[in-house]
C-alpha cells in the first residue's frame, strides 16, 4: 500500500521521503515485520542443512574421516542435482550430461595444483588459456579481421567485463586525458557494468531500449560526450535475450574514435553457431570494425566447468591497460593479468577440454536442440492468452502478462518444482533454454505447467506469500532501499553457520 503511494515520485524525493518515513515508529515496525517475514523465509530456503548435519565453527580437534567428510558431500550434492539435472532451471548449468561432467572433473583431478601465476612451474597453463582465447576468439570471427586479436582467460562473465571496462578507464585516460570517465550502456545490459562503474569511479550513462528492448539508437547518439571511454551492447542481453543494434552502435562508436564492448558472456557460444545453421543472427562480432572489445563466457555455453570466461581486444595494445605489474615490490617482480593472483589453472584445463571435447560439431548439435526447443516454448507461452513474450528473443525468453501479477505465476512455477529468473522494469520472468530443456519430455512438461499456473493465479486469491510480494517492493521507488537492505541480509544470512 505505502509502496503504491510513492510509485509516482521522482527518485530523488522518493529516497528522501523512505529515509524519514521509516523513523516514523508505525512505518519503522510495519517494515521491520515486513523484513523478518522475507528474510525468514529466505533463511529457511537457504539453510536447509542446518537440521541435517552439524555445523563446523571452528577446526575439529581431531580430523574427520576423509569416507564421513565424502559422505556429507555426496549427499549434498545428491540433493541439489535433483533440482537441476531433470530440467526444471533456468541458465545456471548448461550441459548437464554425466559423462561431459565426469570428463571435466577427470580433468580437473590430474591439475588440481595448477597455478598460472607460477607459468614457469606449468607451462600447461599458458599452452590451455592461449588455446582457450584462440579458438574463442576464431569463433568470434578474429580471422575476418586484419588487427590482431587478443584476450585473456577470466573467471567468469563478470570479470571479463569488469576487467575490460577498468582497462577503457585506464586506456583513455592515458591516451584521451579523461579524467571523468563516462560509459554508454543499455539499461538491459547485465549489471556487471553497473558494478564495473561502481568499482571504478565511472559514471553510467544508461541508455533506453525500443519496444523491442534493444538500445535505441538516438540516445547512444545523444548520450556521447568527451568524458565517453566506451559503449557498450549486449549479444544477447540477460533479460530478454535480445540482441541490441550492434553493427549501428559500434559504428557510432568509431566515427567518435570511442571504445565498442560487445558482451557476448550469454551468446558467444550460440549466436556463430545459430549463424551456421541459418537463423537470423544480426552481426555482433570482430567482423564489425568498430568492435574493439568482447566478452564470452566458456562456462555457459561453452559447456566448460563454472569459473571461465575469456575477455578479447581489438590489438595488444588495450590489452596491456588490463594488465598489472609492479616493479618496485620487495616482494619481486610481480604482474598478472587478471584482478587474482594465483588463479585456478585446472579450471582453464577443464575449459580447455571443454572446447576440444565439444568440437565445432559438437556445439552445431547443441544449437540446434536448444533453438529448436526455444521455439517450441515461444509457441507453447504464446498459446496461452493470458501471456506475451517481450520483444523477438531466440533461446532466452522472457515473458509477462497484462492480466495476471506474473510474479505470482512465477511462485505457481516454483511451487511446480521450477527455477525461474523474475526481472522487473518491466515485470517479467525468463527461462534461459539449456541442453538440459532439450531432453524427452522437458518442453512439454514446461508448457503444461505454465498452463496450469496462469490458471491456478487467475483462480485463487493472492496469499502474498514467495517473491511475489519482494518484487511488488522493488517495483517502488521508495521501497528499493528496503529491498536493497534485504538482500544484504540475505548475503549476511548465507555466511552464517
Ligand atoms: C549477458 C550477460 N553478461 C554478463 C553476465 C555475467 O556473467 P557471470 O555470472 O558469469 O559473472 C551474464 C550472466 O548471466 C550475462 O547473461
Redesign the pocket.
Known amino acids: 500500500m505505502i509502496e503504491k503511494l510513492f510509485s509516482f515520485i521522482p527518485q530523488k524525493l522518493a529516497g528522501f521521503m523512505e529515509k524519514h518515513l521509516k523513523k516514523i515508529p508505525y512505518v519503522k515496525k510495519r517494515v521491520d515485520k515486513e523484513l523478518n517475514k522475507v528474510i525468514k523465509d529466505l533463511e529457511t530456503s537457504l539453510k536447509p542443512y542446518k537440521d541435517v548435519f552439524n555445523s563446523n565453527t571452528h577446526l575439529p580437534r581431531e580430523p574427520f574421516k576423509k569416507e564421513d567428510i565424502l559422505e556429507q558431500i555426496i549427499e549434498m550434492n545428491t540433493r541439489e542435482e535433483d533440482k537441476w539435472k531433470d530440467g526444471y532451471v533456468s541458465?545456471a548449468v548448461y550441459h548437464g550430461n554425466q559423462e561431459h561432467i565426469e570428463f571435466l572433473n577427470k580433468v580437473y583431478a590430474v591439475t588440481s595444483q595448477i597455478n598460472p601465476l607460477h607459468s614457469d612451474l606449468w607451462p600447461s597453463a599458458s599452452r590451455f588459456e592461449a588455446e582457450i582465447i584462440g579458438m574463442t576468439a576464431t569463433m568470434l570471427s578474429s580471422k575476418k579481421t586484419e588487427d590482431p586479436i587478443c584476450g585473456t582467460v577470466t573467471s567468469?562473465?563478470?570479470?571479463s567485463?569488469l576487467l575490460a571496462m577498468k582497462t577503457y578507464r585506464d586506456f583513455t585516460r592515458v591516451n584521451k586525458n579523461i579524467k571523468n570517465p563516462e560509459l554508454i550502456v543499455p539499461e538491459t545490459?547485465?549489471a556487471?557494468f553497473d558494478k564495473a562503474c561502481q568499482y571504478f569511479n565511472i559514471k553510467m550513462q544508461h541508455i533506453r531500449v525500443n519496444k523491442n528492448f534493444q538500445a535505441d539508437i538516438s540516445q547512444v547518439k545523444k548520450a556521447i560526450n568527451k568524458n565517453t571511454i566506451a559503449i557498450v551492447g549486449?549479444a544477447?542481453?540477460?533479460p530478454h535475450g535480445t540482441i541490441d543494434p550492434i553493427e549501428e552502435m559500434s559504428a557510432i562508436a568509431m566515427e567518435h574514435n570511442i571504445g565498442f564492448h560487445t558482451?557476448a558472456?550469454?551468446?558467444g557460444f550460440v549466436l556463430p553457431f545459430a549463424e551456421k545453421l541459418g537463423f537470423d543472427v544480426p552481426l555482433f562480432d570482430f567482423r564489425l570494425k568498430g568492435v574493439t572489445s568482447m566478452?564470452a563466457?566458456t562456462?555457459?555455453y561453452g559447456y566448460a566447468a563454472k569459473g571461465t570466461?575469456v575477455v578479447m581486444y581489438r590489438g595488444e595494445e588495450l590489452r596491456h591497460f588490463q594488465y598489472y605489474t609492479a616493479t618496485d615490490w620487495p616482494g619481486g617482480l610481480y604482474f598478472s593479468p587478471t584482478f587474482a593472483g594465483s588463479r585456478p589453472g585446472a579450471l582453464s584445463a577443464a575449459c580447455w577440454a571443454s572446447l576440444l571435447s565439444i568440437g565445432e560439431k559438437g556445439y552445431l548439435d547443441a544449437t540446434r536442440k536448444i533453438m529448436d526447443t526455444a521455439n517450441k516454448i515461444k509457441q507453447g507461452i504464446c498459446d496461452i492468452p493470458e501471456l506475451y513474450i517481450l520483444g523477438k528473443p531466440l533461446w532466452v525468453i522472457a515473458f509477462g502478462s497484462k492480466k495476471l501479477n506474473i510474479y505470482r505465476v512465477l511462485d505457481e512455477m516454483t511451487q511446480k518444482g521450477w527455477s525461474l529468473n523474475g526481472l522487473h522494469k518491466p515485470s517479467c520472468v525468463h527461462i534461459a533454454i539449456t541442453l538440459l530443456h532439450t531432453r524427452e519430455g522437458v518442453c512439454q512438461r514446461f508448457v503444461d505447467d505454465l498452463k496450469l499456473a496462469v490458471e491456478r493465479v487467475k483462480t485463487t486469491p493472492d496469499t502474498k506469500k514467495g517473491m511475489a510480494p519482494v518484487y511488488g517492493m522493488a517495483a517502488t521507488i521508495p521501497a528499493r532501499g528496503i529491498v536493497s537492505d534485504i538482500l544484504k541480509k540475505y548475503l549476511d544470512t548465507y555466511y552464517k553457520t
Open positions: 541458465g567468469g562473465g563478470t570479470e567485463i545490459a547485465h556487471a549486449s544477447p542481453s540477460f558482451d558472456c550469454l551468446g566478452s563466457d562456462h555457459k570466461s
